[in-house]
């Protein structure tokens, strides 16, 4: 099974922005801590991290045809984009949507999100164990089929 972790805007800041919100893990041990839990698994897992909607879009479009899951957090772009919810839709990948903070809780124009509706489950407020936790959901999901 080969897993797609997405991770949107300013999830490479990870450690340094509002630590009280999204902690003190780095984007880079966040990797490794998702690698080892794959590894562990034995899954096969690719990353990627942009800043821009488009390139985000492109990646996902990318995976379609050669990838199990996508496990996606696409920070800011979840409660503004139609683009990646339409990429979603389009490769018909099974899609877990990951928040570090709980985003339902927040600022009003967070608990909006576009991507929601193409995801097969949202998980959020578990800071980063949210992605294993994601991760665990499309193992189940692809044991069903
Ligand atoms: C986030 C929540 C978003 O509202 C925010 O824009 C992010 C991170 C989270 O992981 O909690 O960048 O997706």
């Known amino acids: 099974m ?5 991770n949107g805007p300013n ?3 990870l450690g ?3 630590p009280q919100i999204y902690g003190r893990e780095t984007y880079s041990s966040l990797v490794e801590k998702i690698e080892n839990y794959c590894k562990a698994k034995l899954l096969d897992v690719e ?9 985000l879009v492109d990646r996902i479009q990318e995976a379609y045809g050669n990838t199990d899951g996508i496990v ?3 920070g800011a772009y979840t409660h503004t984009s139609v683009a ?5 839709k389009a490769v018909s990948i099974p899609a877990v949507e990951v928040h570090i903070s709980e985003v339902d809780k927040r600022e009003e124009f967070r608990q909006v999100s576009y991507v929601r509706a193409a995801c097969i489950a949202t998980v959020t407020g578990h800071g980063t164990d949210g992605y ?3 991760v665990d ?3 189940k999901n692809g044991e069903k089929k």
């Open 72 to 74: 996606i957090n696409p």
């Open 11 to 13: 999830l490479n800041m």
């Open 84 to 88: 990646i919810l339409d990429a979603l």
């Open 137 to 139: 959901i499309l193992i």
């Open 47 to 55: 990353f990627f991290q942009s800043n821009h909607e488009g390139a």
């Open 132 to 134: 294993l936790e994601a």
């Open 2 to 6: 080969k897993i797609l972790v997405i």
């Open 16 to 18: 340094i922005r509002e």
